[in-house]
C-alpha cells in the first residue's frame, strides 16, 4: 500500500487572500483570521461548521491551538505542521485523504504574516543548523546561491536567465490589482542589481511583504452545492530528502521529482496536460529547478526553457501568473498563495485569467530547496 | 563504537576529538561508507556498525556563494566541499580571495579557531 489518493473526492470550496502587500496595524493571527473568515463565506458556509483547522503562523509555533481558541471552534483536528513553506501542500494531503475517510467534514487551512509592517525583515523561526551556521551563510539566500552555483557550473545557466523568471513574474503583478511590486523591470534591471550572496541577487529574491490566505476543503458533493464552482484536488504529494543544503544528494535534482511524479500519478496527469503552473519562487533559481523537476523541461534546461519571456503573459507556459513571491507577495510563507491562485486559474477568477484551464499545478517548497509539496487541482470537467 | 553503554552522544564525541585537533568521520563496517555529520547509525540503511576514522582532509570545492555584506566589509565566500571520502560538507577557505574561490579547487582542511570555539577551515592545497 501507499501513494494512494482520493482523487477528485475533495475539493476547494471557498478561498481568499486579505491584505497582501502591507497592513499595518493587523497582528498574524487576526490576519489569518479575517482571510479564515472570508473564505468560510466565499464557501457559503458558517464558521461553526469548520471542523478542521491547518494553519501556520510565523510568530506561533502551537498556531493551530492559537487559531482555535481565537475562533472559538473545537476542532475534531488541529495541525501546525512545521515543514516550511510548502507546509500547505502537505494540509491539502491529509485534508484530503481525511475528508475522503469521513474523518473530518470541513476544513479551513489559513496562513497570515504581518512581517513587512512588522519590522520588514523575512519572519521565520529558522535558521542554519550547527554544522553550517559557523560559517555564517544568509540564511536562507545562501543555500539557494550554492545550488545555483551548480547549476551555472554543470548545465551553462546564467544570470540572465534568472533574470528572465523575475522580469516575467513582474510582467504578471502589473495587470494584477493584488501584486504589492509594480512598475517596469527589465533584464538588466536584475542585472544590475546589488549582489547578495552570488550569484543571487536581491532581484532574485522573492518580496518581504504581508499576507493572508485561506481556503476551505470539503468532500466534492457537497463542494457541489456551494456558491462557486467546486476545484476538485486531483492530487497532492510530498517529499523530503534533507534539510540543510550541505545534506541535499544532488544541488540540481530537488525532491520536487518525487513529489511531482507522485502527484501527476494520483491526477493521472501529466506535465503536457497543466494548462498554468504555480511554483513557490522564493528566489529565481526556485523556478529553473522546479519547471525541471515537474517535467516542464528535462534537467538542466530551465534556463533556456524561461529565455524570451516564455513563462511571463503570451509565453509558451503560464508560470506565476499572480506574480509570484518575487512580484505579488511573500509573506513568509508562500505556499498557500500558489493553491489560491492555482485555485482562482481553476474558477476563471484569477486577476490574469488563462483561457480554458482544466488543470492547475501549485507546487511548494520548504527550507533550504528541502521539503517539496505539489497540489494538483482539476476543473469539474476532470472528474 | 555501537556500544549502548558509550559515555556521550556521536556528536559530543566528535566535537571533543576536534577540540584535540583530530577531524574525525564514521565509517559503516559492512558498507565501507563514510558519514557526516555524526549520527547514531548510517543514513538510509540504519546500520551502527560503524567506526570512527580520522580524515584525509582532502577535498574539493563542490559549489560556492560569495556573499556581499555593506561595505566596507569585505566580500567572504562560503563553500561546500566534497571530501576525498565522499561526503560533503559547508565551511570556509581562508588564504584566497572569495571571488577567485572555483568549484572544482581543491583544498586540505585545518582546524581553526572562532569565538573561541575550534573550527573545521580549508586551505588552498598546495
Known amino acids: ?48 461548521e469548520v471542523d478542521a483547522l491547518f494553519i501556520c503562523l510565523p510568530d506561533d509555533i502551537l498556531a493551530g491551538l492559537s487559531f482555535a481558541e481565537y475562533l472559538g471552534l473545537s476542532p475534531r483536528f488541529t495541525d501546525c505542521n ?93 495587470t494584477n490589482p493584488e501584486a504589492f511590486a509594480k512598475g517596469p523591470l ?25 499576507g493572508a490566505a485561506a481556503i476551505v476543503m470539503t468532500r466534492t458533493d457537497r463542494a457541489r452545492d456551494c456558491p462557486a464552482p467546486p476545484v476538485p484536488v486531483l492530487g497532492a504529494a510530498a517529499a523530503t530528502w534533507h534539510n540543510a543544503i550541505s545534506q541535499m544528494p544532488d544541488l540540481t535534482t530537488t525532491a520536487a521529482a518525487e513529489s511531482g511524479p507522485r502527484a501527476y500519478a494520483m491526477a493521472g496527469v501529466g506535465p503536457d496536460d497543466v494548462d498554468v503552473v504555480q511554483l513557490y519562487d522564493a528566489f529565481t533559481i526556485n523556478t529553473l529547478l522546479f519547471l525541471e523537476d515537474l517535467g516542464f523541461c528535462p534537467k538542466g534546461e530551465g534556463g533556456r526553457f524561461v529565455e524570451d519571456g516564455a513563462i511571463g503573459p503570451g509565453g509558451r507556459l503560464p508560470v506565476n501568473t499572480n506574480g509570484g513571491g518575487l512580484s505579488c507577495c511573500h509573506p513568509g510563507m508562500y505556499g498557500l498563495f500558489t493553491i489560491v491562485e492555482a485555485a482562482r486559474q481553476i474558477r476563471g477568477t484569477a486577476a490574469n485569467q488563462i483561457a480554458d484551464v482544466d488543470v492547475a499545478l501549485a507546487h511548494g517548497n520548504g527550507g533550504a530547496l528541502s521539503s517539496q509539496a505539489t497540489v494538483i487541482l482539476g476543473s469539474a470537467a476532470t472528474i | ?110 582546524i581553526g579557531e572562532r569565538a573561541g570555539a575550534p573550527l573545521l577551515l580549508f586551505d588552498v592545497a598546495a
Open chain 1, 186 to 210: 527589465s533584464i538588466d534591471d536584475v542585472l544590475a542589481a546589488r549582489m547578495l550572496s552570488s550569484p543571487i541577487s536581491v532581484k532574485d529574491c522573492c518580496l518581504v511583504t504581508d
Open chain 1, 1 to 48: 500500500m501507499g501513494g494512494q489518493f482520493p482523487r477528485g473526492q475533495t475539493a476547494i470550496a471557498g478561498l481568499a487572500t486579505f491584505g497582501l502587500g502591507e497592513c499595518p496595524g493587523w497582528t498574524t493571527i487576526e490576519m489569518a483570521a479575517k482571510a479564515g473568515q472570508l473564505a468560510v463565506a466565499d464557501a457559503g458556509m458558517r464558521m461553526g
Open chain 1, 82 to 174: 512545521r515543514t516550511g513553506g510548502s507546509a500547505f501542500m502537505s494540509h491539502v494531503a491529509t485534508a484530503a485523504t481525511m475528508l475522503a475517510a469521513g474523518y473530518i467534514d470541513t476544513v479551513l487551512i489559513a496562513y497570515g504574516a504581518n512581517q513587512r509592517s512588522g519590522g520588514g525583515k523575512l519572519s521565520t523561526p529558522v535558521g542554519s543548523n550547527a554544522w553550517e551556521a559557523p560559517y555564517k551563510p544568509l540564511f536562507p539566500a545562501s543555500s539557494y546561491a550554492l545550488a545555483a552555483s551548480r547549476h551555472f557550473h554543470e548545465f551553462g545557466t546564467t544570470r540572465r536567465q534568472l533574470a528572465e523568471v523575475a522580469v516575467a513574474a513582474r510582467a504578471w503583478a502589473n
Open chain 2, 1 to 110: 563504537m555501537s556500544d549502548d553503554t558509550a559515555e556521550t552522544g556521536p556528536e559530543r564525541h566528535w566535537r571533543t576529538a576536534l577540540a584535540e585537533g583530530r577531524f574525525l568521520l564514521q565509517r559503516t563496517r559492512a558498507s565501507g561508507t563514510v558519514f557526516f555529520p555524526p549520527r547514531l547509525m548510517e543514513p538510509r540503511t540504519g546500520d551502527d556498525n560503524w567506526d570512527w576514522i580520522e580524515a584525509s582532509g582532502m577535498g574539493t570545492v563542490h559549489a560556492v556563494t560569495v556573499i556581499y555584506p555593506k561595505p566596507p566589509e569585505p566580500p567572504r565566500a562560503v563553500v561546500l566541499v566534497d571530501l576525498d571520502e565522499q561526503v560533503r560538507l559547508m565551511s570556509e577557505i581562508e588564504g584566497i580571495a572569495a571571488e577567485d574561490i572555483a568549484i572544482g579547487l581543491r583544498v586540505r582542511a585545518r
